[in-house]
């Protein structure tokens, strides 16, 4: 949540709610595939992490031009250092890291904010179909609300709520935290939230959503 974002040092060291951290069902989940196709999203079951891993490489093609959000969940499934290292992708990331962010400001944020594909994954998403994703700076936002061409997220299936309220207490009380944690981990202030999105609705074809049998990423 914190690329390129100064945060302040005081920050308190903050706890997760438990409660977020339990999987839903195998019912629960395809009830909300139900949903998210409904709202135009397309909605697979992923039954594990390599199933999960090998639906989200099916669905870019070889060369293809790729952005990876920094998430958990990618990086958990394998699919970060496959797509930035393998050298089969087009992958942004390490074109972006090459850049100064003084002077090159703008073609980074080109680069970034509009791929042919964006992977990723969002903090939530509710039983009716509704993605709820935060950021510190935003970068991964704008992608995901128009900006990429495709985008492709996998979802844990912790991350399912009953609704917007509850999407944004398992922002607040469980994403934060724990992505806090991971940053003062390496050496960094801590995190905090600055932008959070909602996807409610999509034109059909766009987004893919992969919902993951078991807890991945947070």
């Keep these: 949540m914190v690329e390129g974002m100064a945060v302040i040092p005081e920050l308190p060291r903050l706890q997760p709610n438990p409660e977020f951290a339990r999987p839903s069902t195998l019912e629960r989940l395809q009830l909300v595939s139900e949903a998210l196709e409904k709202n135009g999203f397309h909605a697979l079951i992923a039954h594990g992490r390599e199933e999960a891993r090998r639906m989200v490489l099916d669905l870019v093609p070889e060369g293809a031009e790729v952005h990876i959000g920094l998430s958990?969940?990618?990086?958990?499934?394998?699919?970060?250092?496959?797509?930035?290292?393998?050298?089969?992708?087009?992958?942004?990331?390490?074109?972006?890291?090459q850049l100064d962010r003084q002077t090159q400001g703008r073609e980074i944020?080109?680069?970034?904010?509009?791929?042919?594909?964006?992977?990723?994954?969002?903090?939530?998403?509710?039983?009716?179909?509704?993605?709820?994703?935060?950021?510190?700076?935003?970068?991964?936002l704008a992608p995901y609300a128009y900006g990429a061409g495709k985008l492709v997220?996998?979802?844990?299936?912790?991350?399912?709520?009953?609704?917007?309220?509850?999407?944004?207490?398992r922002v607040r009380e469980y994403s934060l935290p724990m992505e806090d944690a991971r940053m003062k981990s390496i050496g960094r202030p801590g995190s905090r939230i600055g932008k959070i999105?909602?996807?409610?609705?999509?034109?059909?074809?766009?987004?893919?959503?992969?919902?993951?049998?078991?807890?991945?990423?947070?």
């Design 72 to 97: 958990e969940t990618m990086r958990e499934l394998g699919i970060t250092s496959e797509i930035e290292q393998s050298g089969h992708y087009d992958a942004i990331r390490p074109k972006v890291t």
């Design 109 to 140: 944020r080109k680069l970034a904010t509009a791929p042919e594909y964006m992977l990723g994954s969002v903090h939530a998403v509710t039983e009716d179909g509704v993605l709820v994703a935060a950021s510190g700076t935003g970068s991964q």
């Design 153 to 169: 997220l996998a979802v844990g299936s912790h991350k399912i709520v009953r609704d917007v309220d509850e999407a944004l207490k």
């Design 197 to 218: 999105l909602l996807l409610e609705r999509e034109m059909p074809g766009r987004v893919t959503v992969i919902l993951i049998d078991e807890p991945v990423g947070f």
